[in-house]
Structure formats: C-alpha cells, structure tokens
C-alpha cells in the first residue's frame, strides 16, 4: 500500500531503489570476479546500453523511424580518431567534441527532412546511413583511410595522470558515462521537453494545436540522441585503438532498432534489457554460429506477436518515472 502511495506520488518506491542498488553493486563487482573475455563482453553491453538510449530518445520517446542511427556513432567515432591520430588531442577532452560533431550533423542532415512521418522518414535515415558508410569508404581529403579506416588511435588519458588502458577501466569507464546518461535521460523524461516529446509522438495533430512546436522538439530529439551516440562513438574507438565503416553498416542500425523493441518504447529499463539480449545473444549462441540469425529472428517474430510492446514497456508512475500530467507548454 505505501508504495503504491510512492508510485502516485512520483518517486521511486523503497523495494525498487534497493533493487537499483543492488543492481549497481553487481555492476560494481562484476569485473573483480570475472575474466577479461566477460568484462569485455560487460565493456560492449555498455556500448549498446548508451546507443539504444540515445535511438531511445527518438523512437522511444517521439516516435520517429530512425533507421540510420549508425551514422550517427560513425560520426563520433571517426571525430575522435582523426583528431586524435592527426593532431594528438586526447581522448577524454575529445569526448564532449564528438557528441557536438554528431550533434552539429544530425542538425544539418535532419533539418530538411524533419517534416517527413512514418515509412518516409525511416526510408531516408536509411539513406543518410549508408551516404556516411559510404563516405568514409570513398576517404574524403585522405582523411577516413577509405576500408582500411583509421589506426594507431590512443588510449583515453589525462595528461599522463590518468590513462584507461585495461578491460576493467573501460569497463567503468563505458558504465559511469552511461549511468550519467540514465540520470539525465530521466530527469528529461519528466521535465517539460519529455512531457511535449511524449504528446507529439501520441498525437502530432493535437500537439500541434495545444501550442508545442513539433518541429524544434523533434529536431532537438534528433540532436540529442545524435550526441548521445557520438559519445559510444569516441569510447569504441578508443577502445579498439581503430575505426573502419564496416562496424557502422545498416545492420547495425537494425540492432540498435531492435534493442528498443525488444525492451519497450520510451523504457529506460528495457533498453538495458534490449541492450542486453543483443550483445549477449550472440556470445551465448557462439556454438551454434550458423543458425545464430535463424534464431534471432525466429525470437524477434514471437517478441511481435506475444510482446508486441516489448519486454518491460514504460508504465505511468512506474520504475521511477512520474505521471505524465499536465499541459507541456504550461509546466514551470
């Protein structure tokens, strides 16, 4: 009873933060008692964590079809190596500058088709991922190392006083930066900008008509996300020391697409569920390599037809979100 209580009242209930306590201590520990293969395995759920939360913050929380996030990471990713390897700026200082390149990007690309809904908008963000594919490929100015990509790239350091250079420090590395994100993220889903976000994707029409400037919100969506992704961008590519366009291909989109349907729209817990089932899938199904896919989509087919809203869709008042109430254009 008290804590439905909790819930209506838009904090988070007792049994539920020390089960997020919980959960951050096993995170803690984790890397202690295993071996550097499941640590890194850890590092690259991390990775897909940040970048479904970042797609989330599109599709989850507005609506909008975005199947050329990858670009988007691409674009972080190649900032930090190049500037990296070309001028030796370091990596830590390089990550605010690659959530702006994307960002700065994503304005770009996405101001003139912002206006576009549905099947037109996914189909041309298919487009935009796959032009910068292709554009690191053709090696513009000598810059991309074309295939190849580019190597030789540091690992993160701070003037020599701190330097991340084990499986364990990325490890924390990748998760402080996404339990950060999970902070503001849920902060954003409660403030006036999450309250306009979710009454666009409910109804554009009538967002429109109570006063919401649908444009600029879904730009900002577009924006942010991008810059979310540009940071998973900087740490992958400090983590592998080298880029190449085949790690930022279509399918990776669609795996980062799959992440928030798998866990549920607009739900910060289930995209660290989604997260998890795509970057642990493929390791536990490991021996069974060539039938991987098969039952990849076999599983993504019962998902849409027995979970059609994913595995832990977001609830009004639940795991730590507030009631959605209140007119968005009015909230001081």
């Not at 989850?60 to 670009?71: K, N, P």
């Amino acid at each position: 009873m008290e804590d439905k209580k909790t819930e209506e009242s838009g904090r988070i209930p007792g049994s539920r933060k020390n089960a997020v306590f919980g959960i951050v201590i096993l995170f803690a520990v984790f890397p202690f008692i295993a071996g550097d293969y499941y640590v890194d395995i850890g590092f690259f759920f991390g990775i897909y964590a940040l970048l479904g939360l970042s797609l989330n913050i599109v599709l989850g929380e507005v609506g909008l079809f975005d199947l050329g996030h990858a670009g988007f990471y691409a674009i972080g990713a190649y900032t930090t190596a190049i500037l990296n390897t070309q001028f030796g700026i370091p990596i830590l200082v390089l990550l605010p500058v690659s959530a702006l390149a994307a960002s700065l990007f994503a304005y770009v690309v996405c101001s003139p088709i912002i206006h576009l809904k549905g099947d037109y908008l996914c189909i041309v963000t298919i487009g935009m991922g796959e032009i910068v594919r292709l554009a690191l490929i053709n090696n513009p100015f000598d810059l991309t190392g074309g295939p190849n990509g580019v190597f030789g790239i540091d690992f993160p350091s701070l003037g020599g006083l701190l330097v991340i250079d084990s499986s364990i420090e990325f490890y924390f590395l990748i998760w402080i930066v996404v339990a950060l994100s999970i902070i503001g993220l849920l902060q954003l889903q409660q403030s006036r900008i999450g309250r306009a976000w979710n009454c666009i994707r409910e109804d554009e029409v009538a967002a429109e008509a109570n006063g919401i400037d649908v444009r600029s919100f879904k730009l900002l969506a577009f924006v942010l996300g991008a810059g979310l992704a540009g940071v998973a961008g900087n740490i992958y590519a400090s983590k592998l020391m080298c880029v190449s366009p085949e790690s930022f291909t279509f399918w990776e989109s669609c795996l980062l697409f799959s992440i928030i349907l798998i866990g549920g729209m607009g739900s910060i817990p289930g995209v660290l569920i989604g997260a998890a089932a795509i970057s642990l899938f493929p390791e536990i199904f490991r021996p069974f390599a060539m039938f991987r896919m098969l039952v990849f989509g076999a599983v993504m087919i019962l998902m849409m037809m027995f979970r059609p809203a994913g595995i832990l869709p977001r609830k009004r008042g639940g795991m730590g979100f507030r009631p959605d109430h209140g007119n968005p254009v009015d909230d001081k």
